[in-house]
């Protein structure tokens, strides 16, 4: 595959309240689901390099709940937490997003898994209660860590 089609591609139009990603992936759609739903693997490619990440709480069903912990080379916590709202096998994971810290601003995601054969396009749509919160998550490095994850993930499917 060429190389620019496994490049993370981030919209945050200006003045809009959402961030939209595609990325694809040289797997099968049932292999990154997994990733995406197996705590112990999610564990390993979840975050910015550098980071650890602990599951304490993944109930990875709808109606279900989540709270990973990255820890920075540094020391420092980042806690995150949701609630699965839907999701459909190989298809589609719909939750909430909090990071600890601002526990007034929760975003809506949708992580969408499109059926390439034997690739995979992940498409991520994230809405968030004000377009000030949408370019805070912006200028926190939300894109360097999500590109470090996901290039982390593409090596543990590969």
Known sequence: MNSAVRELVVTAPENTPFIETAREFDAPVAAVFRAHRDPDLVRLWLGPDG????????????GGN????????????????????????????????????????????TLQFVDLGERTRLVGRS????????????????????????????????
Do not use: C, K
């Open 51 to 62: 980071y650890e990440t602990e599951v304490p709480v993944w109930e990875f069903r709808t």
């Open 66 to 109: 989540y709270r990973f912990v990255q820890r920075s080379p540094d020391g420092r916590e980042f806690a995150f937490n949701g609630a699965y709202h839907r999701i459909e096998d190989d298809l589609r994971i719909v939750q909430t997003f909090e990071y600890e810290e601002f526990p007034e601003v929760v975003s809506l995601e």
């Open 127 to 158: 809405v968030f209660p004000t377009v000030e919160s949408r370019d805070a998550m912006v200028a926190a490095g939300m894109e360097n860590g999500m590109r470090q994850g996901y290039d982390r993930l593409d090596a543990l499917l590969g």
